[in-house]
């Protein structure tokens, strides 16, 4: 079923530049990490959902969650939408390529 996801768009992958880069520059100053070790760690820790709603039942929507599981990012869903919108969400795995715009 993953295959049936749209690619990330260039302002999706930048996102994820975004939200690897934000991580790690917390790691490394606020944890003391040197630089290289908190880009893999944040690398590592970086989850991305695609979801689907029901105003938008056709489109994969998609939800940058460092560190957090499937149900943690279903829960933030319910959360934002309401129980009776979400219709779907499955974690995007990702290509290296994909988290270096």
Do not use: K, S
């Amino acid at each position: 079923m993953n295959e049936a996801f749209p690619p990330l768009t260039p302002a999706q992958r930048r996102d994820l530049q975004e939200a690897r880069d934000e991580r790690a520059a917390i790691l490394e100053f606020e944890a003391g990490q040197p630089r290289a070790q908190a880009e893999r760690q944040a690398t590592n820790a970086l989850r991305v959902y695609r979801y689907r709603v029901t105003d938008r039942p056709t489109e994969w929507l998609t939800l940058i969650a460092p560190g957090c599981d499937l149900d943690e990012a279903r829960q933030t869903l319910i959360q934002r939408f309401g129980v009776e919108r979400v219709i779907e969400v499955m974690r995007q795995p990702l290509a290296h390529r994909e988290t270096l715009a």
